[in-house]
């Protein structure tokens, strides 16, 4: 079976700050990874995916992971946040049956 | 053009409705979803369909039912609504079979509020 753990329910950061939001996935093979965020009373929006080649992955809006096989990890970072960043955060896996399975999500929230 | 749209956005129903979500997609997709996301954010996938078939079927009350008239739509009937049924319900599709596979691709949800 597939499971995602997200270690941080909540991460609090300064505008302008660096970013990492932690995942940890289960998976037996190579599984497809995605980063996905929720804006209050809305859709979930894709903001990067890996489904092989290289390990670093770039999404959209300044966004980035990296996917580190043996330590199980697809961790989302950016550079600096702005004030729009602040949303809910979900990473997913999907294996064999490529249903994605879902974290229970990272609040993040971004000082002025 | 909306690539997943679910109809309501919003259902305020009393217990023991019958109420039914609707939900279609325009991506061309062979495989559709309902996610249901707790008031604690956390997504659980219900159902799954791959052209029209069922696909995986997690514990679910059999008061809640899928239909799939065809590969663009999926909907979800649920009966005898109970307190516990608030959430909100997602519909996603995505591809998997021929051709590239894709990420899932989710509609803007239908927060459900049984009173």
């Known amino acids: 079976a597939q499971s995602v753990t997200q270690p941080d329910i909540h991460i609090t950061v300064s505008e302008g700050a660096s970013l990492e939001l932690r995942c940890n996935y289960s998976?037996?093979?190579?599984?497809?990874l995605f980063w996905y965020v929720q804006s209050p009373g809305q859709g979930l929006q894709l903001l990067l995916k890996?489904?092989?080649?290289?390990?670093l992955v770039q999404g959209i809006k300044g966004f980035e992971a990296e996917f580190k096989r043996s330590q199980s990890s697809f961790n989302l970072r950016k550079p600096s946040v702005h004030w729009s960043d602040a949303a809910e955060y979900f990473c997913?896996?999907?294996?064999?049956?490529?249903?994605?399975?879902f974290g229970r999500g990272t609040s993040l929230i971004v000082h002025p | 053009d909306t690539a997943v749209s679910q109809t309501p956005k919003y259902l305020v129903t009393q217990m023991g409705n019958d109420k039914s979500i609707k939900c279609e997609q325009n991506?061309?997709?062979?495989?559709m979803y309902w996610y249901k996301q707790d008031s604690k954010k956390f997504l659980k996938i219900m159902f799954s369909?791959?052209?029209?078939?069922?696909?995986i079927n997690e514990t679910v009350p059999n008061r809640f039912s899928p239909k799939s008239p065809d590969k663009a739509h999926l909907n979800l009937h649920i009966n005898s609504l109970e307190l516990g049924d608030s959430a909100v319900y997602f519909c996603?599709?995505?591809?998997?079979?021929?051709?590239?596979?894709?990420?899932?691709?989710f509609g803007q949800g239908t927060r459900l509020t049984v009173v």
């Open positions: 996603a599709s995505s591809q998997v079979g021929k051709g590239a596979r894709t990420e899932a691709f």
């Open positions: 998976y037996g093979a190579t599984p497809y």
């Open positions: 890996y489904f092989s080649g290289d390990t």
């Open positions: 997913a896996v999907a294996g064999g049956s490529y249903i994605p399975t």
């Open positions: 991506l061309g997709h062979d495989t």
């Open positions: 369909y791959n052209n029209k078939e069922l696909i």
